[in-house]
């Protein structure tokens, strides 16, 4: 089992043939989703003190302790020896539940720094230009300073993969870390929240991205997001004329789709082509539509890719009904209502 070490600039830990009895003050059991700077951390207060439980480990001579050839190959059932002579820092107690703590899908998490194995610190100007918010329905947003991606995610305990989907191509400046930011968030590999913060490690121990809750800061208020009621994808069952109660129904609703994330942001599938964009709403109804990139394929004369990016760019109110299981799109001076079913 690879486990990738967070804060690890290059550093080789050669190992050390077992020699003396250890006095261990105490011993740990490496757990699943366990690597060796997570434990440093938590014990001695400083990631980059893995090597010190590497020596412990094969320094003794009895071998109670699983000798460790290589820092990031460690497996679960394994025994460390913890010497905490003189340790200061005291081994974090596990904190009663009281809701605070952010889970790492709901808020938008703006990146502050990260720290490279080679010894590369990036860290943008303006961390809220460059935030990525995990939705419930395994999709994710990002923010790439001008641009704009989606993309989807998959969690496995403490594993992290991101796929990244569709995105702008806005020109950002020669200034902008946009790239290296998708670039790092394409390479995650596990991650964990402490202190409030989300922490990244990146594959092949490539280093660590390190994330705050946006909208807190500097005694910021959170702004207001769309309701929760919308954030889900919806599929296009049918136009209704409220006229006449003449419908149009769509042939395979399963190609038509609406996602609304709470960043501000939609993404949607138009039978053969794909788009996004940006959205406002609120509690009253009212809805606005900003289109963004859409791919222009040919999908065939019974499509109705066209009706669709037609009706995001006229709709004004929406309101839900079947207890949030039906979103109503409606046109404004009684034009057409589109019926959307969510998935």
């Known amino acids: 089992m690879l486990l990738i070490l967070p804060w690890v600039f290059g550093i080789m830990v050669q190992p050390v043939q077992a020699q003396q009895e250890l006095n261990c003050d105490e011993t740990y059991t490496v757990q699943p989703g366990d690597w060796l700077s997570k434990i440093a951390q938590k014990y001695f207060g400083d990631p980059l003190a893995y090597d010190r439980l590497v020596t412990l480990a094969n320094a003794d001579s009895d071998d109670d302790y699983t000798d460790i050839e290589n820092p990031d190959l460690i497996e679960p059932g394994w025994l460390l020896c913890l010497d905490l002579e003189g340790q200061t820092v005291q081994p974090e107690q596990p904190a009663e539940s009281d809701g605070a703590t952010p889970e790492l899908v709901g808020p938008v998490w703006r990146w502050t720094q990260s720290q490279m194995n080679d010894g590369m610190i990036w860290e943008p100007d303006v961390p809220a230009n460059y935030t990525v918010q995990f939705n419930p329905d395994g999709q994710v947003a990002i923010q790439a300073d001008c641009n704009q991606v989606s993309g989807s995610y998959a969690v496995a305990g403490s594993r992290l993969s991101i796929t990244l989907g569709p995105s702008t191509l806005a020109a950002c400046g020669p200034q902008s870390l946009g790239d290296q930011f998708l670039t790092q968030l394409g390479g995650a590999a596990i991650y964990f929240l402490q202190e409030g913060s989300l922490f990244i490690d990146l594959l092949t121990d490539g280093g660590t991205m390190q994330f705050d809750a946006g909208g807190t800061a500097g005694g910021e208020q959170p702004v207001a997001g769309p309701p929760t009621a919308l954030l889900k994808s919806w599929q296009w069952e049918k136009q209704v004329n409220p006229s006449d109660g003449r419908e149009t129904l769509t042939s395979n609703p399963a190609n038509y789709t609406l996602t609304f994330n709470a960043d501000g942001m939609y993404q949607f599938q138009a039978d053969c082509n794909q ?22 394929a040919e999908c065939g004369p019974q499509s109705r890719y066209q009706d669709m990016l037609t009706m995001m760019q006229a709709v004004q109110d929406y309101r839900l009904e079947e207890a949030g299981a039906v979103l109503v799109l409606v046109w404004p001076a009684g034009g057409p209502e589109d019926i959307y079913r969510a998935q």
């Open 275 to 296: 788009g996004s964009g940006s959205y406002t709403a609120d509690e009253t109804g009212a809805i606005r539509f900003q289109p963004g990139p859409v791919t222009l």
